[in-house]
Every structure is written in C-alpha cells, then in structure tokens.
C-alpha cells in the first residue's frame, strides 16, 4: 500500500463534511501562502511541494494565483504584518503554517472580516474563524515514548531534543513526550536542548550538553534532528543510543547504515511537508463552496525498522519522506473518507 493511502485510509476528521458538490468558479481566485519559517530540509520540501501542485493547479485554470511568502524570522509580529499585506494585496485565501497558534489571532482575524478564507496547517492559529489542519502532535511526541517502552523494557535517561522554542508544534510534541514518560515512569528526562529542527543546531546543542549527561538510553526528537544527534554522539566518544528519526533523508540513510553494519533499530515519524498541498487544495474547496469543517486532523507519517527500505527508495536526496495531495485526495479527506 502507497504512503498516500496509508495516510488517508487512518485520516480522521473531528467532524464529517457534507458532500461535495459543485458551486462556483475559482479560476480568477488567487490564494497565498504565508510561511513562517524555512531553515531546515522539511520547511524546503514543503515550499517545493507547494510550488510543485500549485502550479500545477494555476496552469489548469484551478486559480489564478497561489504565491509562497516566507518571512525573514520566524517572528509572529513579522508574519502578522505579513498577513496584512496579503489582505491589502486582494488575495481570495491565506493558508498559513503560523509562528504562534494565538500571537497572528489579530491580523487572521482582519482577514476573515475582509471576506478572506484563512486556512492553518502545521503552525495552526486558534481563531475561531480559521481552518485548522494538523496533526496530533502530542499523540506524535508520546508514540515515542511508547515505542522505546517496549524496545528498552527497563527504562534508562532520556535526552530530549526540541524544535523552535515557542511554536505549537514544539510546544505539543514536547507535552506528548512527557505525558510518555509520565506513562511509562521507567524513563526519565535528563536533559533538553533546542535543535530548532535542523540538523546542524541539532548538532552543536547535543554537543555543548553531552558532557554533563550520565549515560542517555534513548534521544527523544521533534524531526531534523536525529542525525546531527548521532553526529554528535560519535564526536563524544560515547555509545550510540536508539535515537528516533524525523523522516529527513540524511537520518533515514545514516540508519540505513548502523541497521546493515550492526542491526541498529530505531523508528521514524513526522508529518509529511506535503501536508502544505492539502492546506492548498482544502482552501481551493472552500472558495468554491463547500462545507469544510474547521478542524481536520491527518496522521503523521511513521517508517519502521521493516519498511525503512522502501521509504528510503522514494525520498529525494537531501529531503523529507513524503506525500503530496490532490484534490481528489483533499475531497477524500474532507469527506472523511
């Protein structure tokens, strides 16, 4: 089974939609993207999936429009200014993976109030008037936690490595995480540091905490950064621990190595950074009429220590492991089929 229908046959939709029927005309209709942030590998692949569908759509006549705006920090009050000038610019829709799920709340707002349909994905905002598209993060964080219970019986110190501090998806995976160990008491949390999801930070942070750690059983992550973590490790000098991945092709291929050299096993999960697709073509509907309801939740995409193989067969160099959506795959979803 392809990681698309693996996706949509576990989706779950908080709430079923109503049918999808036909209504009015997008063609003339432009949507933007507003992105917060796009330093690491899964930012990029999600930029390029973006582009990669959207243009797609523009070149059918789907829209007229479908621009991607990055801000230069990842600052909420930058991104909110952001969105203001997309209000002003006469954008139809703003599908927006946000800073913060509350600082954008005001200029989401403004949007809504201009007749705008504002969709959030990933980085979502709690606006009432939005979309929302995620995954359960918490779910993604504790899952871990689970997975290590079972392959390490007897617990042992975890390091914790974290995203960008004061982004909801740091925020819920980190809660997931702990709730994990809270579960399964065996583990304890012996350190944490910000590897803001790309591997080089990922790196250095491991590095400056390594020395005052005891022996770390597990590293716990957020995506983007187990690889940096095992690169740091091995300049230590210290044994390598069961390290979970984040779906970035460098930690899918450095697994791929310590499993054929030693029968190294981890696992892997993230959400899939063509999750921006979905956001699109979710926004595309609504514009043309449909009932969608505001909170939509996919599954997060996990590889195991038997199909990390196959995975790694499909995910380009230098990228994520993926999934792109279609309409008809954004239908399904919104159809709660």
């Known amino acids: 089974m392809t990681i698309r229908k693996l996706l949509l046959a576990s989706a779950a939709i908080v709430c079923a ?14 949507i933007a993207l507003s992105n917060n ?38 600052q909420a009050t ?29 200029a989401v707002k403004e949007a809504c109030d201009a007749g705008i349909t504002v969709v959030s994905f990933d980085g979502i905002v709690t606006e009432p008037c939005a979309w929302r598209i995620a ?22 110190n975890l390091l914790e490595i974290r995203g960008l501090a004061g982004v909801f998806v740091d925020d819920e995976i980190s809660a997931g995480i702990h709730e994990g160990v809270k579960q399964f008491p065996q583990f304890k949390i012996a350190g944490s540091v910000h590897g803001d999801w790309a591997q080089d930070v990922a790196q250095r942070a491991v590095a400056g905490i390594l020395p005052s750690l005891p022996e770390i059983a597990a590293v716990v992550t957020q995506g983007g950064d187990g ?23 460098d930690e899918l291929q450095w697994w791929k190595k310590q499993k054929d050299a030693s029968g190294y096993e981890t696992m892997s999960v993230s959400i899939a950074p063509g999750v921006s697709t979905l956001a699109f073509w979710v926004a595309q509907q609504i514009l043309d009429g449909k009932e969608v309801k505001k909170d ?13 193989e196959k995975n790694l067969e499909t995910t380009e160099k230098g990228g994520v492991a993926n999934v792109e959506y279609s309409l008809e795959d954004a239908q399904a979803v919104i159809n709660g089929k």
């Open 296 to 308: 939509l939740v996919v599954p997060f995409l996990r590889i195991d220590q038997d199909n990390l």
């Open 135 to 156: 995954v359960d993060f918490k779910e993604m964080g504790r899952s871990q936690v689970e997975y290590l219970s079972k392959k390490i019986p007897n617990g042992g």
């Open 37 to 74: 942030y796009a330093g690491n590998s899964w930012r990029q692949a999600m930029l390029t999936s973006w582009d990669k569908v959207t243009k797609e759509a523009v070149k059918a006549g789907t829209v007229a429009a479908a621009d991607p705006f990055t801000t230069a920090e990842n």
């Open 17 to 30: 939609a109503m049918p999808i029927s036909a209504h009015a005309d997008t063609s003339t209709k432009k």
């Open 227 to 249: 690889y940096g973590a095992a690169q740091a490790f091995d300049a230590a000098k210290r044994p390598i621990p069961t390290i979970v991945m984040g779906n970035r092709e």
């Open 78 to 106: 930058e991104q909110a200014a952001q969105i203001q000038n997309m209000i002003l610019e006469g954008y139809d829709a703003i599908v927006v993976n946000a800073a913060s799920p509350t600082a954008l709340n005001g």
